[in-house]
């Protein structure tokens, strides 16, 4: 009898393990040379490969009209793709001058390469990852330009300044754009279980309306038998 009791607890125990899930991912290694990227990859990376994985893997499981999740992704889309493109017409502008002045800039060393290794839990997780590389390609232009003489000491820092600051901000915006999108999806839920407690508050209220007119003309018996038996006597 002790053995079909423990038997039974190790069931319910069994029944009762918590499965965590298991999320697929890819290590991609990046050096990096210039501190403006580093420090963009250690202050915005991670929070924002969470963002995006957030956005491709959760929020289309809970959100089921496709008009509402296209207007996020684009939203998304939008914010990388013109960061991108700024990152390189700034990049092509940079090596016309240089070219146009016939300015040889050669391929610097850094002191301190970091080889980065990005977790991507997602295909967007990676491009927020190439904005970052391509500003990193770009601060190197910087770099050279600077040495080449043609860009002043005051602009080559307000450069590695502005551009540090977009990427960053990029970041913060797509955080924004997936914090805004499951707020109104939670939004949504608590209106919808607002108006069916309100249904429900309207059908207790009919039903005891209901029960109340076919009590009434009980009363109204019980007094009429009252008033007959007063006449009669």
């Not at 423990?6 to 319910?12: I, N, P, Q, R």
């Not at 580093?38 to 089921?64: G, H, I």
């Not at 990152?87 to 070219?99: F, M, N, P, V």
């Not at 990676?126 to 910087?142: F, K, R, S």
């Amino acid at each position: 009898m002790a053995d079909k009791v423990e038997v039974k607890k190790s069931d319910k125990q069994a029944v009762k393990r918590k499965v965590e899930f298991s999320n697929p991912y890819v290590l991609k290694a990046v050096p990096l040379s210039t501190t403006p990227a580093q420090l963009v990859y250690e202050t915005a990376f991670d929070e924002c490969a969470v963002s995006m994985r957030n956005l491709s893997s959760v929020l289309p499981t809970l959100v089921k009209n496709p008009s509402e999740m296209m207007a996020v992704n684009g939203a998304v889309d939008h914010l990388i793709n013109n960061a991108l493109a700024e990152l390189r017409k700034e990049a092509a502008q940079i090596q016309k001058i240089a070219d146009d002045n016939g300015i040889e800039m050669g391929k610097l060393n850094y002191t301190n390469v970091v080889q980065a290794s990005a977790k991507l839990t997602c295909h967007k997780a990676g491009q927020y990852l190439q904005i970052i590389t391509e500003l990193d390609e770009l601060i190197c232009l910087v770099h050279s330009a600077w040495f080449a003489g043609f860009i002043a000491d005051d602009a080559k820092s307000s450069m590695e300044r502005k551009w540090r600051r977009k990427a960053i901000g990029v970041a913060a915006e797509i955080k924004n754009i997936t914090n805004r999108a499951f707020k109104a999806h939670n939004n949504k839920n608590i209106e919808s279980e607002s108006d069916d407690a309100a249904l429900l508050g309207e059908s207790s209220a009919g039903d005891s309306d209901a029960a109340a007119t076919t009590e009434k003309p009980k009363r109204v018996k019980k007094a009429a038998a009252k008033s007959a038996e007063a006449v009669a006597a």
